[in-house]
């Protein structure tokens, strides 16, 4: 065979190879690219992160407001806080930024006062035999409390510390209930008054009721020493105790005089 033949068969075979060598390059490329982006397509579906998420949640609370610690609308959601209110006597609660969605109004014709403690949501509570409300709050710290309301017209007699025979059956009542639902729990008694009288008078006055009912508590049920007491006077009020013509308001001056039993839950 001329060599001239041999030679031009060699370089057909030469660019053959050379052809293939690009076409198998080329696919393999194509091939990595490929995974390469359905990669990025995954890490894009998979959904926000947890720091994502957690920015999320910090954009939708108002300015200034602290993450909840309870769900109480039951929306998965727990209700943010915004700042918190001295009550007087060591008792600092958290404020629910929308505390007036929770708020609860005793009477038609009264109004609370601004950052009322009726303003804590209310808690479902088996009350058989006690003539009171009861509400959950959440301290400073983000310790849960309950909080007992019971009227002192129910337990004593007008400018008296004695308690009554309703009062009994009340503290006996509120004694099984926080030995059954939390043992050992340290529990505060608060009194108060309405603002009739002179201050020094109703603060003599809570300060005895609130003994009272310690020591009542103590000896059925309760251990005495794990029992605190207060008196506050008239300086805690729940409404306001005046109509707006400034005329007084007899029922508003009734819910302020109360005993309150705190409960540290937790």
């Known amino acids: ?32 690219g490929s995974a390469s982006a359905d990669r990025g397509s995954s890490a894009a579906t998979a959904g926000p992160t947890a720091e994502s998420a957690a920015d999320d949640t910090a954009q939708a609370l108002p300015p200034g407001a602290t993450p909840g610690l309870d769900d109480f609308n039951d929306d998965d959601v727990p209700e943010p806080t915004c700042g918190t209110h001295d009550y007087g006597a060591g008792l600092v609660l958290r404020v629910l930024c929308d505390a007036a969605a929770f708020a ?6 009264t109004v609370l006062v601004p950052d009322s403690l009726f303003g804590q949501p209310n808690l479902e509570l088996d009350l058989t ?7 959950t709050a959440r301290d400073a710290e983000g310790r849960k409390r309950v909080l007992l309301f019971i009227s002192s017209d129910t337990l004593f007699e007008t400018g008296s510390a004695a308690l009554s025979d309703p009062a009994r059956t009340n503290f006996d009542a509120i004694a099984r209930l926080i030995a059954s639902s939390w043992p050992g729990a340290p529990v505060e008694i608060r009194g108060h008054t309405d603002a009739t009288g002179s201050p020094a008078a109703n603060q003599r006055l809570s300060e005895q009721r609130a003994v009272a009912s310690a020591d009542y508590l103590g000896g059925h049920g309760l251990d005495r020493a794990r029992i605190t007491t207060a008196g506050l006077g008239s300086t805690v009020p729940i409404v306001l105790e005046t109509n707006p013509d400034g005329s007084p308001n007899p029922a508003g001056q009734a819910i302020n005089r109360r005993v309150e039993i705190v409960i540290t839950a937790g």
Do not use: H, K, W, Y
């Not at 035999?129 to 509400?135: Q, R």
């Open 1 to 32: 065979m001329p060599r001239f033949e041999l030679s031009v068969r060699r370089l057909r075979v030469l660019v053959a190879a050379t052809v293939a060598a690009v076409l198998v390059g080329g696919c393999s490329a194509a091939v990595a």
């Open 129 to 135: 035999g006690i003539s009171g409300d009861a509400e």
């Open 104 to 109: 609860q109004n005793p009477t038609e014709d």
